[in-house]
């Protein structure tokens, strides 16, 4: 029998299934909710401050007082408490149970908050990804629940084999369905750079970092379509995925190198940091 899903509802430790969430929650009406992937390695959560400065500056967006000492707390217990070693922690954060559905909020709800740990180890699997136009709001920043926009693409992606998604706004990319964007042009690293229309991925900063340690200069600019179908090779990152080689983008039909020496040395240099 499959051992059952643990988690933390609003500070109780429960097997998933015995969990019980109130209709008019603001997650189920509104989305009104936030949440982290937090992976760990070795049962040590990987740059944890991060994620907390993230999740805190994504509540300080939505004006949400989250205990943030409450929500460490419980992410190390869970990381602590799992049988596995390496994974990852789901944490969600949402405004709390409206007496009756309003889009205006009550004053002072409680905030609400849900977690479990996953096993999970990063895998190298090329990845086949679409473009697509990016349908999402302008505060992509924020790491919200509301994701419909990608939630779609990459369905509609799926259908035609596709892992990912990578989206742009009039032609200038912005990132992957869930992961952000790199790739080598004219020997160069280049990633889009930081505004409301991505996410600050924790992944894409700590490879950003440790490349710079190596004096290797990733570039941050706007950068359009062409350039990617014009890279000579490609890679997404995320908490789940690591760094994700891509082998092709379907509707460009552009194929990449996947042992592009750039993409080995990031890869080399983020393994030989964060999961060793
Ligand atoms: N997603 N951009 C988007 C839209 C994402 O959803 C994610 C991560 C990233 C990468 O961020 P990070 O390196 O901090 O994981 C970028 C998580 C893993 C998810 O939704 O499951």
Redesign the pocket.
């Given at each position: 029998m499959k051992t059952p899903l643990k988690g933390v509802f609003n500070g109780a430790f429960d097997t998933v299934d015995n969990i019980k969430i109130s209709p008019f929650s603001r997650a189920y009406t509104f989305s009104d909710s936030l949440?982290?992937?937090v992976?760990f390695f070795n049962s040590t959560a990987i740059a944890f401050d991060?994620?907390i400065k993230?999740l805190e500056f994504s509540a300080s967006q939505l004006a949400m007082a989250v205990d943030l000492k409450k929500v460490i707390f419980e992410i190390n217990s869970l990381i602590t408490s799992s049988e596995f070693s390496n994974g990852?922690v789901?944490y969600q954060v949402t405004r709390g149970v409206d007496p009756l559905r309003s889009h205006i909020h009550e004053p002072n709800l409680k905030i609400e908050t849900f977690g479990y740990a996953k096993a999970h180890l990063f895998q190298w699997k090329p990845l086949r990804v679409s473009v697509c136009d990016d349908i999402r709001w302008g505060r992509?920043d924020i790491?919200s629940t509301s994701?419909l926009g990608?939630v779609m693409s990459m369905n509609a992606a799926k259908l035609d084999n596709c892992d990912e998604v990578i989206m742009h706004k009039d032609n200038l990319l912005t990132?992957?369905?869930?992961?952000?964007l790199f790739f080598v042009k004219n020997d160069s690293i280049c990633t889009p750079a930081l505004n409301g229309n991505?996410?600050?991925?924790?992944?894409?900063?700590?490879l950003i970092n440790e490349l710079k340690n190596y004096n290797i200069e990733v570039i941050e600019d706007n950068f359009r379509l062409e350039d990617l179908s014009n890279a000579s090779c490609a890679w997404l990152?995320?908490?789940?995925?690591g760094l994700a080689p891509i082998s092709e983008i379907s509707n460009l039909e552009s194929h990449f190198d996947l042992y592009h020496p750039l993409f080995k040395k990031s890869e080399e240099i983020f393994n030989k940091k964060f999961l060793s």
């Open positions: 949440y982290e992937v992976p991060h994620h993230r990852y789901y992509c790491k994701l990608n990132e992957g369905g869930a992961s952000n991505i996410l600050p991925g924790i992944t894409r900063a700590l990152t995320s908490s789940t995925k």
